[in-house]
C-alpha cells in the first residue's frame, strides 16, 4: 500500500473558510469515493507539539492507496482533473510525497 501525504499552505488571497467548505463539500467526498482510495483525510494543523511556534503548512492531506496503477487512472478522470484544478487554486505550491510503510 501506498501512503500520498500532501502538505500545503493555502495562497494569500484565499480564505480558511472558503477553502473548508470546498475541501468537506468537493474534495473529501470525491477523493474518497475513487476505487484506488482506501481512505483519504485533510487534516487542519493546529501548531507544533511542545511548542508556540506555528506549523511549517497550515493542511496536511493523507491518501491510502490500494493501487497505483488504479490511482492513476482515477485521477486521470475528467471529474478528479476538475477537483485537481480546484486545488490548485487554493493550494500554495503543494508538496506531495509517496511513502511506503517498513
Avoid at 492531506?61 to 486545488?87: C, H, P, R, W, Y
Amino acid at each position: 500500500m501506498t501512503t500520498i501525504v500532501v502538505l500545503f499552505n493555502l495562497k494569500k488571497d484565499v480564505s480558511v473558510s472558503e477553502y473548508e467548505q470546498w475541501a468537506k463539500e468537493t474534495d473529501l467526498p470525491t477523493a474518497s469515493g475513487l476505487p484506488s482510495v482506501d481512505q483519504f483525510e485533510v487534516l487542519r494543523a493546529e501548531g507544533l507539539l511542545m511548542s508556540e511556534d506555528n506549523a511549517p503548512y497550515q493542511y496536511i492531506e493523507i491518501l491510502k492507496i490500494n493501487s497505483m496503477e488504479q490511482f492513476g487512472t482515477d485521477v486521470s478522470s475528467e471529474v478528479m482533473q476538475k477537483v485537481a484544478q480546484e486545488f490548485q487554486s487554493f493550494a500554495d505550491n503543494p508538496l506531495f510525497i509517496s511513502t511506503s510503510n517498513l
